[in-house]
Nanobody
């Protein structure tokens, strides 16, 4: 069994900052890409940022220069530092990871989601 647990969401004013964290646990052999997605009401889930096991990153154009993704391979965690937040960043944010379990194939796993609301 593998679990991804997010934390750090909340309510913040425009221009403010939040840091999301996600921890993977369970019978993990190896973690490949880790990332963050978000889904706003009435919209499709979209990629926010992704980081490879080697540290290469990719961001959605809408968050470039404002968000930073990082990971700790030893602790199986991935963080998303969000600065200069805008109301349009309001969404449920989901952690995502490609994980190989012990004695298993590589599969994609999702966290339960954490709400981020940017409002004055």
């Amino acid at each position: 069994q593998v679990q991804l647990v997010e934390s750090g969401g909340g309510l913040v004013r425009p221009g403010g900052s939040l840091r999301l964290s996600c921890a993977a646990s369970g019978s993990i052999f190896r973690i490949y890409d880790m990332g963050w997605y978000r889904q706003a009401p009435g919209k499709q889930r979209e990629l926010v940022a992704v980081i490879t096991s080697g540290g290469s990153t990719n961001y959605a154009d809408s968050v470039k220069g404002r968000f930073t993704i990082s990971r700790n391979n030893a602790e199986n965690t991935v963080d998303l530092q969000m600065n200069s937040l805008k109301p349009e960043d309001t969404a449920v944010y989901y952690c995502n990871a490609a994980i190989v379990r012990k004695c298993g194939p590589r599969e994609w796993y999702w966290g339960q989601g954490t709400q981020v609301t940017v409002s004055s």
